[in-house]
Structures are given as structure tokens and as C-alpha cells.
């Protein structure tokens, strides 16, 4: 039996304006059309229509948890294991990272057992299921993958002269307590850091002279697209010298594992996920 699905849109202001519309033909109503989902997660089920009636997906299949097949259950339970979304990236978003699910089991359980409301901005696992994401780019797409090797990281650093301070550091520590400091460093450090580089490549920047290989052009272009203030510059502007810069063009796709930090900039691409909505910010 094949049912008709109604997806449902989540309207985040990173979206894009015209993309999910025209894709679903449907009409402009919200400013922002950032995420498209196909799925029974229960913070935004899909719709089945069923002759005169519509039904969240994840209600249909509580009551026929037969309708998933037995090979899925004895897999995966009783609950549909996958997400599906397309996404128009407008605006880059923040860096992230998807728990284990071992991670994602004991986090639900305590976050549950603390009594924070699963609609509170401070909880961070909405379900117990880790979210490994597998993507393919419907346009030419960039995103941050994962950190540079430390050697990489300090030759993308010493490329500028305020920056070389962090290169210098990055020798003395591991990688993890150096990009905990870069997350907590002040305002003026920020600035110390990035304003000569920003000065610096302004013009080439706004002429269309950076390659998107360039962490540079990724710092200029957060700033406009996201309207950062150069007084409040944000520590994240330093990972597009820590992270790996990453084109996939339209037709490719990318594997992102639990515990890989990355964040897309730009373009569109469809998602399938497991089942979760576990996202753990990092800058
Ligand atoms: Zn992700």
C-alpha cells in the first residue's frame, strides 16, 4: 500500500526565501524556508493521508508498528529509523556535532531526570538516538568537516601575521584545549585577532578576489550574510582556520559520523538522518 506523506517546514532564519517553494510549488507565505523534513520524529511528524483523514506518521505507526516491515523492527524497533530533508543554506550555520548513541541515550536520560522541559533552549538532547547524516548537494555546496591535521592548521594560522600568536600556542597544547581557549577568548582578543585581516581583505573580498578555498573569504562572508558587528566579533570566525573547507558539487554527497564537528555555509542538499534532533553546538 503506498500512502500519500505531507512533509512539514521548518522556517529558521538561515534559510533561503525561494528554493523549497519552487521545489514543492508551493506558495510564498514565511520569509524563510530553511529545512524541509519526511519523517515520523515527533517534535515535527509528517502528515499521512489516509482517504478523508490525515494522521501524524508517528501516530500511525505507534498504532501499526507492522507497517515498518520486520526487518526494520528486529533492526531498529518500533519506531521509523530515518529522517529525510532538503535544506536551502542562506546563511552559514553554526558549528555542531551529533552525539554517539551511547552519548545520546545516557544525555536523554539525564537531561529527562533534571526535569528540563524538552522545549527548553537549554536542553540538548531531544530524543536518544545519535544522528549520523548522510548528504548529497542538489547545488555546489561548501560546509566545514572536521578539524585540519595540527600541522595544516598552523600553516593556515602563520598566514597572518595576528594570527600567528594562535600557531605559536596550538604547539604548546592539544588540540582540544586550544579550541576550548579560542571559544572563550574576550571581545578585544577577537578583534586583535581578526580586524587587520578583515582590513586587510576587504577590497578583495568585496571585488570578488577570494577563493572559497580561503578561510578568509568564509570570515568576510559570514560577516556580511550573518550581519556580525566588528564589535561583536564571534569566537566561530576562527574555526574557518581550523576546520576543513569542503566543495561538494551538485550530485555529490558527504558522510558526516557522529562526534565530526561541522557546519554548512552554503547551498541546498537533501539529508537522511537517523531519527534524532541531537545537536550540540560548538561556536
Ligand atoms: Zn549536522
Redesign the pocket.
Known amino acids: 500500500m503506498v500512502y500519500l506523506l505531507k512533509g512539514t517546514m521548518q522556517n529558521y532564519i538561515w534559510g533561503g526565501s525561494d528554493y523549497i517553494p519552487e521545489l514543492l510549488q508551493i506558495e510564498k507565505k514565511e520569509e524563510y524556508y530553511a529545512e524541509w523534513w519526511l519523517g515520523a520524529h515527533s517534535s515535527s511528524p509528517s502528515d499521512l493521508i489516509l482517504n478523508d483523514t490525515i494522521i501524524p506518521l508517528n501516530n500511525y505507526i505507534k498504532e501499526k508498528p507492522g507497517v515498518l516491515g520486520e526487518y526494520s523492527i528486529n533492526k531498529f524497533g518500533t519506531e521509523l529509523p530515518y529522517l529525510l530533508k532538503i535544506l536551502d543554506v542562506k546563511k552559514p550555520l553554526s558549528i555542531?556535532l551529533?552525539p554517539t548513541k551511547e552519548q545520546a541515550e545516557l544525555g536523554f536520560k539525564q537531561e529527562n531526570e533534571l526535569g528540563i522541559s524538552l522545549s527548553d533552549p537549554k536542553r540538548i538532547y531531544k530524543d536518544s538516538n545519535h544522528?549520523p547524516?548522510m548528504m548529497v548537494a542538489l547545488s555546489d555546496f561548501w560546509l566545514l568537516h572536521g578539524f585540519k591535521t595540527k600541522d595544516k592548521i598552523a600553516k593556515s594560522l602563520e598566514k597572518h601575521p595576528s594570527l600567528s600568536p594562535l600557531a605559536l600556542r596550538l604547539k604548546q597544547c592539544d588540540l582540544l584545549t586550544f579550541y576550548a581557549e579560542i571559544m572563550r577568548a574576550t571581545q578585544q582578543q577577537l578583534e586583535k585577532w581578526l580586524l587587520p585581516i578583515i582590513q586587510q581583505q576587504k577590497a578583495a573580498y568585496e571585488q570578488n578576489q577570494l577563493s572559497l578555498v580561503n578561510p578568509d573569504y568564509w570570515v568576510l562572508y559570514s560577516i556580511e550574510s550573518m550581519e556580525i558587528s566588528l564589535t561583536k566579533l564571534d569566537p566561530g570566525l576562527i574555526c574557518f582556520y581550523l576546520f576543513n573547507i569542503v566543495n561538494v558539487n551538485k550530485g555529490e554527497g558527504i558522510y558526516?559520523d557522529a562526534g565530526i564537528p561541522?557546519a554548512y555555509l552554503r547551498g541546498q542538499n537533501i539529508e537522511l538522518m537517523a531519527c534524532s534532533d541531537n545537536?550540540i553546538r560548538g561556536g
Open positions: 555542531q551529533h544522528k547524516e558526516q561541522h545537536v
